[in-house]
């Protein structure tokens, strides 16, 4: 399933509605060029969980956890690069919501099911937006995406 967000915003809302969905122990990962909108997508997220903390990419953190309606893990691998780093997410991840940027580089330890949503840059503001479920309960939440 695949959307179009013509703006920062449109891309917050996409997210937020799919945040709704969301229960503990769901995890995204979020692919796509450094710029194309996976923090933005992950604010959206937030914003569903009525999370108060500004969401932004750390620096130097691989781990961030915000509290909100449920709790957040959001973590951006770009820093593991290939080494092969476990975050140990099966232990917390049923503890909450995870989303994962740049999972190529945590591709060892990703759970069997979870929801990829890639993200493409094709002008200045607009976005391609697809999402992939790897699983049946994700292809229910695709599903009432696409509605
Ligand atoms: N339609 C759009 N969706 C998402 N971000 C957009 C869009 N149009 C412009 N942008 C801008 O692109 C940048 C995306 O940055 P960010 O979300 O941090 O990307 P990433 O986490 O993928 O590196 C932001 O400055 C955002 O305002
Ligand atoms: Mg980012």
């Known amino acids: 399933m695949d959307m179009i967000s013509h703006s920062t915003q449109e891309t917050i ?7 709704r969905l969301l ?17 933005t997508f992950t604010k959206g997220i937030g914003k569903a969980l009525h999370i108060k ?3 932004n990419s ?8 915000y509290q909100g309606d449920h709790t957040l893990f ?14 140990g997410i099966e232990e917390y991840q049923p ?8 999972p190529e580089y945590y591709e060892t330890f990703l759970p069997e099911q979870y929801l990829e949503i890639n993200i493409k840059e094709i002008a200045d503001e607009e976005r391609e937006i697809v999402f992939v479920p790897h699983g049946e309960r994700y292809e229910e939440i695709v599903k009432e995406m696409a509605c």
Do not use: C, M
């Open 13 to 19: 809302d996409i997210a937020e509605r799919l945040g």
């Open 23 to 39: 229960q503990n122990g769901d995890v995204l990962i979020l692919k796509g060029d450094l710029a194309s909108g996976k923090t």
């Open 53 to 55: 903390e500004v969401i």
């Open 58 to 65: 750390p620096t130097f953190t691989i781990l961030k956890i």
């Open 74 to 87: 959001h973590i951006d691998a770009y820093r593991l690069e290939n080494n092969l780093y476990d975050l």
């Open 95 to 102: 503890e909450g919501i995870t989303v994962i940027e740049w």
